[in-house]
T-cell receptor
């Protein structure tokens, strides 16, 4: 399957700081990327959908000013958690859709573990 | 919108036995059903998927069946191995739709 990378894999930061997470599709172009949040022993919760070159679409209850998403190219999307607080600590996973060939499979990155002290 | 339910939440089998995980969905328009395997501390990995124009798909020890009339689909793992131990998620969406819904996950443990 296609490869999606995420960086960093783990980050610890102080409360009030901002953290940027990068998501890259390595061997395919992704017009659509997704950001999920996952709490321990729970399913994936979709936060937002980003389309290259346009504004992200946020799910209900997700603050767009707190979770800034940029999808500047067909292979890169970034999620910035602004003014992070301990309750933002979670596992953040990006996903990219491979629309080439019409199969529309969705592949996930390895995730980023965010811990806010 | 789509609602996906997954059962069981936990499943423990002996090495070599088969494991079956079942999901139901609510939106009859859904026509794409992927399965993901997530190991501890990692992102989900697509292991198999099925589209609504087929009833069954197999890839070595893994198979997925789909019953569109009943709106349910299942993952079958045969000859289980300890490395199959992970959390498995089913999902459903319309082929070109961005809105993919996930089941709650099944924690599979394969005992050696």
């Amino acid at each position: 399957g296609a490869v999606v990378s995420q960086h960093p894999s783990r980050v610890i930061c102080k409360s009030g700081t901002s953290v940027k997470i990068e998501c890259r599709s390595l061997d395919f172009q992704a017009t659509t990327m997704f950001w999920y949040r996952q709490f321990p022993k729970q399913s994936l919760m979709l936060m937002a959908t980003s389309n290259e070159g346009s504004k992200a679409t946020y799910e209900q209850g997700v603050e767009k000013d707190k979770f800034l998403i940029n999808h500047a190219s067909l292979t890169l999307s970034t999620l910035t958690v602004t003014s992070a607080h301990p309750e933002d600590s979670s596992f953040y996973i990006c996903s990219a859709r491979d629309s080439s060939g019409g199969y529309n499979e969705q592949f996930f990155g390895p995730g980023t573990r965010l811990t806010v002290l | 919108g789509e609602n996906v339910e997954q059962h069981p939440s936990t499943l423990s089998v002996q090495e070599g036995d088969s494991a079956v995980i079942k999901c139901t969905y609510s939106d009859s328009a859904s026509n794409y059903f992927p399965w993901y395997k997530q190991e501890l501390g990692k992102g989900p990995q697509l292991i198999i998927d099925i589209r609504s124009n087929v009833g069954e798909k197999k890839d070595q020890r893994i198979a997925v069946t789909l019953n569109k009339t009943a709106k349910h689909f299942s993952l079958h793992i045969t000859e289980t191995q300890p490395e199959d131990s992970a959390v498995y998620f089913c999902a459903a969406r319309t082929y070109n739709n961005n809105d993919m819904r996930f089941g709650a996950g099944t924690r599979l443990t394969v005992k050696p």
